[in-house]
């Protein structure tokens, strides 16, 4: 078997290895597009140079797709995909390609490598438990139908990217998981909306929301204007203007006890958990 890095890998040979894979996976999936497996490896800060496969003769058996950004996160790094293909497993490929992959970002200065993984999804759980990856925390994935428009006495307005970036910090209680970052959000410019709420000329309220997969990337309201429906507000006029007729959100912490209560009202399923975990290089 033959470790080497992704750098001469095709992305079409990258993502027929993903998809096979994850044919089997816990959570049922249909093979990503390569448009969509592009996008995803774009939002998540792909790192060619340290990421890793194990290839046998001609066949890509295995991966650890790595995720950084340097400028906003530089000591950070992120395990943006793992998996082997279902005929090259228990031959202990994931323990050897993040022996190579951790040793590398270590060397590139990394001191911590984080990822998600499934909650059910045992078998992965205590692998990455073995490796002596650590719970971080445990989030929460919902999807529903778009919720109906209300009435709502404050401005919503579409703004830039950065414009409500900057205005959401300040109202932002939990730091979003890496695919939902502000990196993340930056790299996918042209598939992101941005929307800001104002009472008059005051922002109070912000949300980020990816418009090809109808997912709530980040949304936040300032303390004193919560419970007045601005949230929910905000998702239906993005169902309206995008035409999305389901929506979902990924990873919501455990303790978001504000989020998770703006997610459950709209009758939306939490359909699935997962464990952020976390390695210290």
């Not at 906003?72 to 993040?98: D, H, I």
């Not at 006029?237 to 990873?251: D, H, I, P, Y």
Request: aromatic share 10%; glycine share 6%.
């Amino acid at each position: 078997m033959i470790l080497e890095t992704t750098e001469n890998v095709t992305r079409a040979a990258l993502r027929e290895l993903a998809n096979d894979a994850f044919s089997d996976y816990v959570l049922p999936a249909p093979p990503m597009p390569q448009a969509a497996f592009d996008d995803m490896l774009l939002q998540r800060g792909f790192d060619p140079a340290l990421s890793w496969v194990a290839r046998e003769g001609d066949t890509l058996a295995a991966y650890w797709f790595v995720g950084t950004e340097p400028e906003a996160q530089p000591n950070l790094s992120y395990g943006l995909s793992v998996g082997t293909r279902p005929r090259f497993r228990r031959r202990g490929l994931s323990m050897t390609l993040w022996q190579r992959a951790s040793a590398a970002l270590k060397a590139a200065g990394y001191s911590e490598h984080v990822l998600e993984v499934i909650e059910s999804n045992d078998r992965a759980v205590a692998l990455y438990e073995r490796l002596g990856f650590s719970k971080a925390r445990r989030v929460s994935c919902f999807k529903g139908p778009a919720p109906i428009e209300t009435k709502n006495p404050y401005r919503i307005e579409q703004v830039r990217i950065e414009v409500a970036l900057a205005i959401g910090k300040n109202f932002r209680e939990w730091a979003p998981t890496w695919q939902n970052a502000d990196p993340a959000v930056r790299n996918l410019t042209n598939t992101m909306a941005a929307s800001v709420v104002y009472d008059g000329d005051k922002p109070i309220a912000y949300g980020i929301f990816h418009t090809a997969y109808g997912q709530v990337v980040q949304i936040a309201v300032h303390p004193d204007y919560r419970r007045q429906g601005i949230a929910s507000a905000i998702i239906a006029s993005w169902a309206k203007t995008f035409g999305n007729e389901v929506m979902g959100t990924l990873n919501i912490p455990d303790t978001a006890n504000a989020s998770l209560a703006l997610f459950r009202s709209l009758g939306w399923e939490n359909h699935v958990n997962q464990f952020e975990l976390s390695f210290k290089l």
